[in-house]
C-alpha cells in the first residue's frame, strides 16, 4: 500500500473506544518489541533512555519517550552487507520501503550517540551506502524497495513516470536529495569518521548536486515528469506530469511535497531554503572529509544561487504591512501562504539550518503559521497545530506540535505543547501521524517512526535547554 492508502483503510483510522476511561496505571506497560525481537540494540541508547527518563516526573511522558526514542532502531531497521560494506535499510513504519526523507530523519535522532557506538556507527555508515545507491539507481524517487531488482510492491507501480525496478515510488520532492546531505554532515560533525564518504557516496551526492541542478530548469523541462489515476488532484502534475507553469528565476522545482502531495505551484520555498542549507552542509563534508574542493564549491555555488533566487522571489506580504516567507511560488510573482506539518515546513526551518530561530523574518512567517491564516492550522477540544491536505481537514499532526516545542524559547508555549502531545497518543504509548483536534482517539497510523524520533529529539531538547520542564507533571 502506499501513504494515502494507509489512511484510507479503515485499520489506519483508529477509535481506541476502550482507553478514556482506562486508567494510566493500566497501561503503563512497555511498548516496545521483546528484546529478542528488536531489530537493533544500540547500549548507547538504552544508557541516553535511561539517563533522561530518570529525569522526566510526569510518568505517562516517561512512558511516552521509552516507547518513542528507540521506535526506529526497535523496529524498522535491517543489517547486510552489499560488496563486503555496510549496508542498512530502513522501512518508515507501515510501509515496507525506504523513504530518503523519513530514513534520514529517523536516524538523525541518535547521531550525537555515534562516538560512543561502534555498532551505530556502522549502521549509520551502512544507512548512508544505502541512500548513496539509492539516488544512484535514481535521483528522482522518493522511497525505494529492500531488492534493488524488485518491482514496486505500491500501486505506484502503475504511475505514469520513468519506473525503475528498486523504485517503491517516484516523487519528485527537493528534500529527499537534502535530507541524506544533513544526515552526513551530522555524522561528520559528531564523528570525525570518514569511513562512509568513499568513492560511491560521494558519486551519490555528486548526481544529488547535479539533478538539483537540472531542476532549475534552465534549459527546457528537465528530465522528470509523473502523472497518477487517482481521483486525488494532490497525486498527480499537471500539463504531462511536468507540473504548473514557472518563470526560470534561479530556483528549483519540486514536483511534491515532503508531504508527498502535490505541490501547486512548483517553487515550494521551504523545500529550497533546506536545499541551500543541506547543500552548505554537503559541501563542508566534501571538503572536510574527503578534501574535494571542487565538489564542494560545486555544492557551495548551487546553494549560493538558490539563495539569492529565494531572496529575490521567495517572499509575499503578510497583509499586516510586513513581508513573511511565501510557501509556494512560480516565479511571476503569484504566491500562496499556508504551511505543512510535514518538515521541510515553513514552521521547522531552524529544525534544518535553514533560518535562524530569532530572525524576524523567520519569526513573522512562524507567526503567521500558527494562525487561522493558514488554512491547515486547527484548533478543537484535543488541542491546536497544523495538519496539512494529507489526511485531510481538522487533523492535527503531532510532528508540527514537536517542531514548535523545538524552535520556541517561550516555556510557556513548550509545556502547552508537552501537555498536548501528551494526551493526543490514543492511548497507544506512542506519536501518529495526526490525530482529530476533538478526539486523539481518532488518529491515522499508529506506527509512524519519524514522528516517535522527533517526540524523542524533543525530549533531549527540553534536557539540554529547559530540565525544569521535565521536573514537571502535566
Request: some cysteine; proline content about 6%.
Amino acid at each position: 500500500m502506499n501513504r494515502r492508502e494507509v489512511i484510507a483503510g479503515a485499520g489506519t483510522l483508529a477509535m481506541a473506544a476502550s482507553l478514556p476511561g482506562m486508567a494510566f496505571a493500566q497501561t503503563q506497560v512497555s511498548k516496545r518489541p521483546a528484546r529478542s525481537e528488536r531489530r537493533f540494540t544500540s547500549k548507547a541508547v538504552e544508557a541516553e533512555i535511561a539517563r533522561v527518563k530518570a529525569k522526566i516526573a510526569d510518568p505517562e511522558l516517561a512512558w511516552l519517550f521509552e516507547n518513542c526514542y528507540p521506535n526506529t532502531l526497535d523496529t524498522t531497521v535491517t543489517l547486510g552487507e552489499v560488496d563486503s560494506k555496510p549496508d542498512t535499510f530502513v522501512i518508515t513504519g507501515d510501509i515496507d520501503a525506504m523513504w530518503l526523507r523519513d530514513s534520514s530523519a529517523q536516524l538523525q535522532t541518535y547521531v550525537h550517540l555515534t562516538p560512543k557506538d561502534a555498532d551505530l556507527r556502522r549502521l549509520f555508515h551502512g544507512a548512508m551506502q544505502r541512500q548513496a545507491r539509492c539516488i544512484l539507481l535514481d535521483p528522482y524517487a522518493n522511497a525505494y524497495t529492500r531488492d534493488p531488482a524488485a518491482k514496486s510492491n505500491l500501486p505506484a507501480i502503475n504511475d505514469r513516470t520513468d519506473m525503475k525496478p528498486g523504485v517503491a515510488e517516484r516523487k519528485w520532492e527537493i528534500d529527499s536529495l537534502c535530507y541524506p546531505m544533513r544526515l552526513a554532515h551530522a555524522y561528520w560533525t559528531a564523528t570525525r569518521d570518514k569511513t562512509p564518504f568513499d568513492g560511491l557516496w560521494a558519486k551519490g551526492m555528486a548526481q544529488a548536486v547535479a539533478t538539483l541542478r537540472e531542476q532549475q530548469r534552465k534549459d527546457g523541462p528537465g528530465g522528470y515528469h509523473f502523472q497518477r489515476v487517482d481521483p486525488s488532484p494532490t497525486e498527480t502534475l499537471m500539463f504531462a506530469g511536468y507540473g504548473a507553469p514557472t518563470k526560470k528565476v534561479g530556483l528549483i522545482h519540486s514536483g511534491f511535497r515532503p508531504s508527498d502531495d502535490a505541490c501547486v505551484f512548483p517553487f515550494l520555498i521551504p523545500s529550497n531554503l533546506f536545499a541551500v542549507s543541506a547543500l552548505t552542509m554537503l559541501a563542508t563534508v566534501l571538503r572536510e572529509a574527503r578534501g574535494d574542493a571542487a565538489a564542494a564549491q560545486d555544492a557551495a555555488a548551487l546553494a549560493a544561487e538558490v539563495r539569492q533566487a529565494l531572496d529575490a522571489h521567495g517572499k509575499m506580504p503578510d497583509g499586516k504591512g510586513g513581508e513573511v516567507w511565501a510557501f509556494e511560488v512560480d516565479g511571476y510573482g503569484n504566491a500562496i501562504f499556508i504551511d505543512d506539518a510535514n518538515v521541510p515546513s515553513l514552521s521547522g526551518l531552524p529544525l534544518l539550518g535553514a533560518a535562524d530561530r530569532n530572525d524576524p523574518l523567520y519569526k513573522r512567517t512562524a507567526a503567521l503559521a500558527w494562525s487561522p491564516r493558514n488554512p491547515y492550522f486547527f484548533s478543537g477540544k484535543a488541542g491546536e497545530g497544523i495538519g496539512g491536505p494529507h489526511v485531510g481537514m481538522d487533523m492535527i499532526w503531532p510532528m508540527s506540535l514537536i517542531t514548535r516545542g523545538l524552535v520556541n524559547d517561550d516555556e510557556a508555549v513548550v509545556r502547552q505543547c508537552l501537555r498536548t502531545l501528551r494526551n493526543s497518543h490514543g492511548g497507544t504509548g506512542f506519536m501518529h501521524e495526526s490525530f482529530h483536534k476533538d478526539d486523539p482517539t481518532k488518529f491515522t497510523r499508529s506506527w509512524f517512526a519519524w514522528a516517535n524520533g522527533l517526540f524523542g529529539d524533543l525530549i533531549l531538547d527540553i534536557e539540554k535547554r529547559r530540565p525544569a520542564l521535565l521536573a514537571q507533571r502535566y
